[in-house]
């Protein structure tokens, strides 16, 4: 082996900056300058410690350099799960963008329990993290509140907050229900089921007001019977679609309004032998990879989720540098995607 004695001592044992400046041959604050990210060091000397420190297995103590009073250059990002392809698709972009501005990602997942949100939401904000990126669908006031008061940075990602305190990045989801209700109108169709996302969300009370303002401007009466509930989730897009097919005048499309739902929707129609789009029009909502996989390919909305991830963390790096600047609020377009899920009613 070509370790000396004293380099295989150091790798057993925690490596510390200082050792990283005594193998590099420089100082100790022109090895802190350099692992700390600062540009004015000469590329001499940055050559050599970048060098010292892979040698020795040098790992940046994230915790000791906040505690210290810079920058982790690590953001926290709150989500729900991974089990879905909205979030990857929104994290991906996040973490894409990150990458590029030099930052790390530490991810923390709630799995819906509100209590874990409340944990991390406290942790992220005393901790490691130079700010916060929260994609869980609901954030309480009172965390919102705890965030402001420390003038901890945060952004909201694909949610609105009632006091436009917070810098928040949304979609034109009002327009995208319209957009959605009105391609299936201009078909042909005039009996429209719709299934609902979680209606404590303003993103699904926006889907269900824009399908209500098609309906109205074509002069297509409301029939509320054709209105189901759902959360987003693939299993009530399978039990919406089972109910309103079920229904005695069951309705020639449905518009869920987000693709897991339109999924599910699609399984119900196959069991109870309906052909897509030929017995039944469906389309959902997000544009998520999966919705050309699936068969018929399916028609929606898209929205700019990998846009919505880089955008945020454009909004927080500039609120990170910029703390005393106002909440700013961005909402991006929406617009549709024409595939196999949707044709004009049998007559």
Known sequence: ????????????????????????????????????GFEHVSDDAREKVLAAAGRLGYVVNVQARSLAGGRSKVVGVLVPALDNGYILEVTRGIDE???????SLMLYTTHQQGGKESQFVNAIANGLCDG??????????????????RKFPFVLVDQADPTNNSSTVYATNWQG??????????LGHRHIGLITGRMDLTSAVDRLDGYKSALTDHKIPL?????????????TGYTGGHYLLALPKPPTAIFASNDLMAFGTLQAAGERGMRVPDDLSIIGFDDITHATMVHPRL?????????????????????????????????????????????????
């Open 177 to 186: 229900g319209y957009d959605a209700t009105t391609h299936l109108i201009e």
């Open 299 to 347: 028609t929606t909305i898209h929205q700019p989720l990998d846009q919505m991830g880089r955008v945020s963390v454009r909004m927080l790096l500039d609120q990170i540098e910029n703390p005393d600047k106002p909440p700013r609020h961005l909402t991006l377009g929406t617009r549709l995607v024409l595939r196999e899920s949707t044709a004009p009613p049998r007559m």
């Open 132 to 149: 916060l990126l929260l994609v869980v669908p609901v954030v309480p006031a009172s965390y919102l509140e705890v965030l402001q008061k």
């Open 97 to 103: 963008e990150l990458n590029n501005e030099g930052y």
């Open 223 to 235: 029939d509320e019977t054709l209105i189901v509930p759902g959360d987003f989730f693939q299993p």
């Open 1 to 36: 082996m070509n370790d000396s004695p004293n380099r295989s001592r150091k790798k057993s044992q925690a490596v510390t900056i200082i050792d990283v400046a005594r193998e590099s041959g420089v100082s100790y604050a022109t090895v802190s300058r350099v692992l700390s």
